[in-house]
């Protein structure tokens, strides 16, 4: 079983930056796909990013040139970085873990799951 901890929501000017952390309860943090989801009131959760053990990465379209995520195994934490936010990036923003190698974007292909952080992004 893997815990994942997200921090770093809030509130953000529409323009502005935040960076999101995702810490793991589990030492073998390095062997998992790490991702990336979020929902909005009445919406689906959607993939925004994931990567990979080796680094890899994939990204959703809405975000690709604004978000980059990454990994610090040592630390057994994954990040987001979002840049040039959106009032539409405005979501319950959750981490995910992946036993399984490979980077998808399927919430049902994700085997662990933090339990959010909130991102209001303003006007």
């Known amino acids: 079983q893997v815990q994942l901890v997200e921090s770093g929501g809030g509130l953000a000017q529409a323009g502005g930056s935040l960076r999101l952390s995702c810490a793991a309860s589990r030492r073998t943090f390095g062997s998992y796909t790490m991702g990336w989801f979020r929902q909005a009131p009445g919406k689906e959760r959607d993939f925004v990013a994931a990567?990979?053990?080796?680094?890899?990465?994939k990204y959703a379209d809405s975000v690709k040139g604004r978000f980059t995520i990454s990994r610090d195994n040592a630390k057994n934490t994954v990040y987001l970085q979002m840049n040039g936010l959106k009032p539409e990036d405005t979501a319950v923003y959750f981490c995910?873990?992946?036993?399984?190698?490979?980077?998808?974007?399927?919430?049902?292909?994700?085997?662990?799951w933090g339990q959010g952080t909130q991102v209001t992004v303003s006007l």
């Open positions: 990567i990979s053990r080796a680094g890899i990465t």
């Open positions: 995910a873990a992946r036993e399984i190698p490979g980077v998808v974007d399927g919430t049902h292909e994700y085997d662990y």
